[in-house]
């Protein structure tokens, strides 16, 4: 089974400027979640997808962030215009529907450095 | 005062060492994790409890409801579990620690 996709793996960009990160779930699992994990920090949870509607997005800055999952399945999380403190790795996760205890899997993570 | 808070932050030691990495936290749960997160950054889910413990390979999770307390022991340490361990708690919304970054010297 493949897990879950994340790209790219690395990105530099210039505050001001603009990004875009990609995550592709495993197949069938109806819950994404977006992650921002700064360094020394433990994930933060920024929003949470349920197929393509949002459960939760209490904690993503809505001036800068934006994410989406149009079909369903695959997701993008962007930041326009990035910060300097938008600096860390971006981690997508996904869960299976059904048990509220079902654990979440994890990509590989994107690290973003703003200069 | 975080909801999650693991202890030690850091934690240095020889290869063939007993390790324990501890975790407390204040709110209710359904599930405590342990997760591993290499160098890379990916992170992978050693273990989900609700009570007890659970056993895997040189892997042992505790877990202490009342206390609200749970632990993670690795045996004979190996230079290759060099990592950050990070306990989260919760279902569906996970709330995670700061992590612990274990490095094994060999």
């Known amino acids: 089974e493949a897990g879950v996709a994340q790209s790219p793996r690395y990105k530099i960009i210039e505050k001001r400027q603009s990004v875009a990160f990609w995550c592709n779930p495993i197949?069938?699992?109806?819950?994404l979640y977006w992650y921002q994990q700064i360094l020394g920090q433990g994930p933060k949870l920024l929003i949470q997808?349920?197929?393509?509607?949002?459960?939760?997005d209490s904690q993503l800055p809505k001036d800068r962030f934006s994410a989406e999952r149009l079909k369903g399945v695959d997701s993008t999380l962007k930041i326009q215009p990035a910060k300097l403190e938008d600096s860390a790795v971006y981690l997508c996760?996904?869960?299976?529907?059904?048990?509220?205890?079902?654990?979440?899997?994890f990509g590989p993570g994107t690290r973003l450095t703003v200069l | 005062k975080n909801e999650v808070e693991q202890s030690p932050q850091n934690l240095t030691a020889q290869e063939g060492e007993f390790i324990t990495i501890n975790c407390s936290y204040s709110v209710g749960i359904s599930a405590l994790h342990w997760l591993q997160q290499h160098p890379g950054g990916g992170i992978v889910s050693l273990f989900m409890l609700s009570s007890g413990k659970k056993k895997h390979g040189r892997l042992i999770a505790t877990i202490n409801i009342q206390e609200k307390h749970s632990s993670l022991h690795i045996t004979a340490s190996h230079p290759r579990d060099s990592a950050v361990y990070i306990c989260?708690?919760?279902?569906?919304?996970?709330?995670f620690g700061q992590g612990t970054r274990l490095t094994i010297n060999p």
């Open positions: 197949s069938g699992h109806a819950t």
């Open positions: 997808f349920q197929n393509n509607g949002v459960v939760d």
């Open positions: 996760a996904s869960r299976p529907a059904g048990s509220s205890t079902d654990t979440q899997y």
């Open positions: 989260a708690v919760g279902a569906q919304k996970l709330v």
